[in-house]
């Protein structure tokens, strides 16, 4: 599956549109974590226990929106984009999503 961030796909041509495709995963906050943040903000640094989070939150929404575009008959994603919001002050809501077509190479 191609997933890009254009609204195109070099050297192959769009023969159908299908549609709209996401997936969404929210990660509750872990008390652990959030208090090994806060001390770490005090210091400075990276946040490697968070960003290992958040680089697992995406991955598994940018599976499942692979998921659906594949369910839908597509082989390429274009326009590829994530969306990160607090959920409700006990979480990090990932959203990616894009538009699911079918390519050719011409």
Known sequence: MLVVTTNDLPGHRVQEVLGEVFGLTVRSRHLGSQIGAGLKSLVGGELRGLTKTLVETRNQAMERLVE???ARGANAVLSFRFDVTE????????CAYG???VVARE
């Open 68 to 70: 659906q575009a594949r």
């Open 87 to 94: 959920a409700a002050d006990v979480g990090t809501e990932v």
């Open 99 to 101: 538009t699911a077509v």
